[in-house]
């Protein structure tokens, strides 16, 4: 379990773990609703109700009945209908051709700067992770 930091939330981490791996609920079958929100759309603590969740649970984590065939499978059967016809399908040069572009448009180099800039920000990302890591 790597997500322990701080050492105060080892405990709900590892009914999380449980919870996720194993389907093991740790609550007592009751989830807290909240029916109001401020303006800022933070909850307001006074609304809070408890709602029994026990049932919803029991489906969730049930096991699945198996899926049963009417037919056998049959992977190489032959296809009856094609999905798209070969007159149908794009041609490869259709896939590539640009309209043209007139010598005198400016050109757009704001992509190539979100990029750049995408790049630089994701470079600093991983430094700051590696650094407090």
Known sequence: MNWDNPPEIKGRREKERDLFF???W???G???EYTRLTKTMTPVNSSAIKIDV???LQVAFAKAA???LDQPMQPDAPVDVPALSPDAAPKAAE???RPP???AAPANKLPGRLVAIGAILFVLAVIVFIAFA
């Open 26 to 28: 740790t609550n007592t």
């Open 66 to 68: 198996p899926v049963e």
């Open 54 to 56: 026990r049932k919803e």
């Open 101 to 103: 572009v007139s010598p």
């Open 30 to 32: 009751t989830m807290t």
């Open 95 to 97: 896939l590539t051709e």
């Open 22 to 24: 194993d389907g093991v």
